[in-house]
């Protein structure tokens, strides 16, 4: 007696939703029995053998049992537009990132073009004199290098079979997988050192950057309690060289956490203001929960406040005590067009295996536009 078994699975073609049978069928086709012959096509050559069929080999990129994301043979790399949604899903689930300057690089590296006149270059204009100064103006260039990185993970088939979403679990992981990869991505720009295994050694982040080229311009601080007083604060500023102080509204902070309590505590709340007219009687409840513009403070993402002219906004990935002082689009965030992402099943532990690869880069445009202070370091 024999029996022959078949799977109605893609056709040879390799195309998701196939319904001809190829030459071959699909992984888990198979036939028993000395009988089924060895030119029929579906059956496994000879059919005196149980097992997959010829060429189902893991991890194979092209025929009828092809794993393709983008549907393109012999690569998983993600279609243009993919990649624009996946990279703008990355910037969406960031807070400095998203403040910053972003492009698009088509090969691992990038020059950005820089322009400097420098200041104090008018001179006075005196009649039927023809001694003048030629101002030159200085070109530069900044180079911007991505870093390969990866995100790896799994789900079990038994888990995509038994869990309440159903066939939706494995798009559900996708995204949440998207969304740490993002926090990640900006965890490793603030906090990358280059050296601390196995993550921040992956590249320096923009802290690091700064910090060690030595272009930047520290303020001598002392903060006591978390106390970031306006005093504190103008020190900050004043670090800053005068000819990016004159457009002081492009400027912001960046703060952590913990600095941006002390900073909201100390520089003032609709509850201040009325209680120095009142005479310290004017603090009351409601008071307490509104800035100086009189919004009231909520709980949920990133916040920001005003200090001294300036908007502060809150970077929950700073490190404790550290603030800095620069212009949004100074901070470069660069990512390499071609994303690639990897889907394979992986029989001897029936699990699904996805793959990301992604090249990322970062770079300050102006290290000299920054101003900065570490209270911990200062402590």
């Known amino acids: 007696m024999s029996e022959e078994i078949k799977k109605n699975q893609p056709g040879e073609s390799g195309e998701l939703g196939g319904t001809t049978p190829g030459l071959y069928q699909g992984q888990g086709a198979f036939a028993s029995g000395s009988e089924a012959g060895s030119n029929i096509p579906g059956n496994y050559t000879d059919g005196g053998a149980l097992g997959n069929i010829p060429n189902a080999n893991l991890g194979v990129t092209t025929g009828p049992n092809a794993v393709n994301p ?18 703008d899903y990355v910037w969406d689930a960031t807070v400095l990132a998203q403040d910053g300057r972003r492009v698009t690089m088509r090969a691992n590296t990038m020059e950005l073009e820089k322009i400097n006149v420098g200041e104090r270059v008018i001179r006075a204009a005196a009649q039927a004199v023809g ?16 870093k390969k ?8 088939a038994e888990a995509l079979e038994d869990n309440v979403e159903g066939g939706a679990l494995e798009d559900h992981l996708v995204r949440l997988m998207t969304n740490a990869f993002a926090n990640d991505i900006e965890d490793l720009a603030i906090n990358g050192d280059g050296a601390t295994a196995p993550f921040l050694s992956i590249m320096p982040g923009f802290i690091k950057k700064h910090k060690d080229n030595g272009d930047s311009h520290e303020a001598a601080i002392t903060v006591a309690d978390n106390a970031w007083t306006p005093a504190v604060m103008q020190d900050i500023i004043l670090a800053m060289p005068r000819k990016y102080r004159a457009l002081k509204n492009n400027l912001k902070f960046y703060v952590g956490t913990d600095a941006f309590a002390g900073i909201v505590k100390n520089n003032g709340t609709l509850s201040d203001a009325i209680a120095e007219a009142l005479g310290k009687n004017g ?5 307490t929960q509104s800035y ?9 993402g990133a916040r920001t406040t005003r200090v001294l002219g300036i908007d502060v906004q809150e970077v929950p990935y ?9 212009f949004p689009q100074n901070r470069v965030w660069g990512f390499q067009r071609d994303i690639i992402v990897n889907r394979e099943y992986v029989a001897k532990k029936d699990t699904i295996e996805y793959t990301v690869f992604v090249r990322f880069g970062i770079q300050w445009e102006e290290e000299d536009a920054i101003a900065w202070a570490d209270a911990a370091a200062d402590a």
């Open 70 to 87: 983008s549907g393109d043979a012999a690569s998983g790399i993600l279609r243009p537009e993919q990649a624009r949604r996946f990279i």
């Open 131 to 146: 001694t003048y100064t030629n101002t030159g103006a200085t070109f530069s260039k900044v180079e911007l290098t991505t």
């Open 292 to 300: 100086l513009d009189g919004a009231g403070q909520t709980f949920g």
């Open 283 to 287: 603090n009351t409840y409601a008071n």
């Open 149 to 156: 990185i990866r995100l790896d993970w799994e789900v079990s």
């Open 318 to 326: 700073y490190p404790a005590g550290y603030v800095d002082l620069t």
